[in-house]
Every structure is written in C-alpha cells, then in structure tokens.
C-alpha cells in the first residue's frame, strides 16, 4: 500500500508537465485501479454517440529521459473512415518525448468502438502539423470498418458560423479516465488569441473561442461540437486566468491542414 502511495504521489506531481497532454508516471495497472473508483458516464444522447465513437484517448508509452517506463494520455478525434485524426500538435510533442528513448515506437490511438472485430487500439503515423495552430493530422494504421447498421466511426465538421451562447459538448479522455466523457456547456466568446505554443514564447493569435466547461488534462485535442453533432473546434489549453473556462481552436484550421495532406472531411448537415 505504501508503494501504491508513492506511485500515486508521483503521478499526480507529473500532471503538471503538459498541459492537456500529461505524461503519467506509473504503469497501467495504477490508471486502471484509479479509474475504478469513478462511475460510469451517462448513457449519451445519439448524437453524442456518433462522436463519441469517433474519438480515442492517445497514447505513448516508453522509456523517457530518466529510464523509466511513461505513459503519456491526450484525445484525438477521427475525421473519416480513412483513419484520418485530428489532435494538437503539443500532444504529438509531448508523446515525442515519452517515446524519446524507443524512436521506432508511435502514437497509439485507443477506440471507443466495442466490438470484438476490431482491434482495441491502432498505431497511428504523423501526417502533417500546423505548428501556428497547434494541430496536428495523424492517419492509423488502417481504415477503419463500418459494418452495416453502424454510425459512422467518425465526427462530421460545421462550417457555418455559430453564435456566442450557443450550447456545446465536449468529449474526450481527461486524465485517468479509460472511457470518454462528455460535458456541456456554453460558446462564451470567439475572437483570436495565442494557443498553447511549443517552442515559440508569443505565438501569433489565431482564431478560437471559449467555452465555460473545466477541461481536465488530457482533454487536448477533444472536439468542441453542437448538439447536432457538428465539431466547430479542438480543445487546446486551460484559460489561464480563469481556469474554469477552456479554449479551442477553430474547425477551419484542422479543415484546410486536412485538404492540405488530401484527407477527405464530411460537413454536418
């Protein structure tokens, strides 16, 4: 029990390190013993459904700089059957250094999917990044199946514009949580400002908005979408001056990154 404190205690000091995209110093037996204390999600709508089998926690497992065995957790969201993902370019950078010590080993991208016909979890390779706006397009494997009767296994985009104080969702993986969890809020602004930056001290501001939800870590790269299932943004940082609001960069940033690299994209009806 002891060691069990020891190791829980140097988790949760590692959760600082990122900031959607913790690296989590322990192995997997601790992540599920943690993740057993908190209750299942709500059964979601069926919109909430199909986005939901869209998205997948991201995770790098290896040795880091100290040899030790880490576990880095963000969240991706599919964009076609293609196996085409979007996700921030700080989760790829944070991923890189779990990794840093096993460089033929990649991103993997757990599925939401429950069924015995497809596997669990899929590598996934670098497509392309949009450093300015922090996004990064990832491509697993392989594709991924639609079986007949089945929602899509992935998230459509809205283009049109949506005005402050419309409601949104957002789902995806917060740290330590094994299965995707959904929040609602409201868009509370939408303007331009400087996104998580890597490397770069004052970043140019680029188009975003806010939302009055509490992400967690591990929340980087989680879709911001409507009730109609239409993502409209990707989740990026904590506001850093009021925590209880979160910012995300805008669809069309991740919209022409895709149209960049040729990865097909379906618009919300």
């Given at each position: 029990?002891?060691?069990?404190?020891?190791?829980?205690?140097?988790?949760?000091?590692?959760?600082?390190?990122?900031?959607?995209a913790p690296c989590l110093l322990a192995g997997f037996s601790l992540s599920f013993a943690a993740s057993?204390?908190?209750?299942?999600?709500?059964?979601?709508?069926?919109?909430?459904?199909?986005?939901s089998r869209a998205v997948v926690?991201?995770?790098?497992?290896?040795?880091?700089?100290?040899?030790?065995?880490?576990?880095?957790?963000?969240?991706?969201?599919?964009?076609?059957?293609?196996?085409f993902l979007i996700t921030n370019w700080h989760v790829v950078e944070a991923a890189k250094q779990c990794l840093e010590n096993a460089p033929e080993a990649k991103i993997l991208a757990k599925l939401t999917v429950n069924d015995a016909r497809i596997a669990s979890a899929v590598s996934c390779d670098l497509v392309?990044?949009?450093?300015?706006?922090?996004?990064?397009l990832l491509k697993a494997e392989r594709p991924l199946p639609a079986h007949a009767g089945d929602k899509p296994p992935y998230a459509v985009l809205e283009t049109r514009g949506v005005p402050a104080g419309s409601t949104v969702k957002v789902t995806g993986y917060p740290a330590l949580s094994?299965?995707?969890?959904?929040?609602?809020?409201?868009?509370?602004w939408l303007g331009r400002t400087r996104l998580e930056g890597i490397?770069?001290?004052?970043?140019?501001?680029?188009d975003a908005l806010m939302v009055d939800i509490r992400l967690r870590p591990g929340n980087s790269g989680s879709p911001v979408?409507?009730?109609n299932g239409g993502v409209i943004a990707i989740v990026d940082k904590r506001d850093s001056l009021r925590p209880e609001y979160s910012?995300?960069?805008?669809?069309?940033?991740?919209?022409?990154?895709?149209?960049?690299?040729?990865a097909r994209w379906r618009r919300a009806d």
């Amino acid at each position: 029990m002891d060691r069990l404190r020891q190791l829980a205690s140097a988790k949760a000091r590692s959760l600082g390190a990122f900031a959607f995209a913790p690296c989590l110093l322990a192995g997997f037996s601790l992540s599920f013993a943690a993740s057993a204390q908190v209750s299942g999600p709500p059964k979601p709508h069926p919109q909430d459904d199909r986005v939901s089998r869209a998205v997948v926690q991201l995770l790098a497992v290896g040795p880091a700089k100290q040899g030790e065995n880490q576990e880095c957790s963000a969240t991706g969201f599919f964009i076609n059957e293609d196996g085409f993902l979007i996700t921030n370019w700080h989760v790829v950078e944070a991923a890189k250094q779990c990794l840093e010590n096993a460089p033929e080993a990649k991103i993997l991208a757990k599925l939401t999917v429950n069924d015995a016909r497809i596997a669990s979890a899929v590598s996934c390779d670098l497509v392309g990044v949009d450093a300015a706006n922090d996004l990064a397009l990832l491509k697993a494997e392989r594709p991924l199946p639609a079986h007949a009767g089945d929602k899509p296994p992935y998230a459509v985009l809205e283009t049109r514009g949506v005005p402050a104080g419309s409601t949104v969702k957002v789902t995806g993986y917060p740290a330590l949580s094994w299965q995707p969890i959904t929040q609602t809020g409201r868009l509370v602004w939408l303007g331009r400002t400087r996104l998580e930056g890597i490397g770069d001290p004052q970043p140019s501001p680029s188009d975003a908005l806010m939302v009055d939800i509490r992400l967690r870590p591990g929340n980087s790269g989680s879709p911001v979408y409507l009730p109609n299932g239409g993502v409209i943004a990707i989740v990026d940082k904590r506001d850093s001056l009021r925590p209880e609001y979160s910012i995300a960069v805008s669809i069309h940033y991740a919209i022409e990154l895709a149209e960049r690299y040729g990865a097909r994209w379906r618009r919300a009806d």
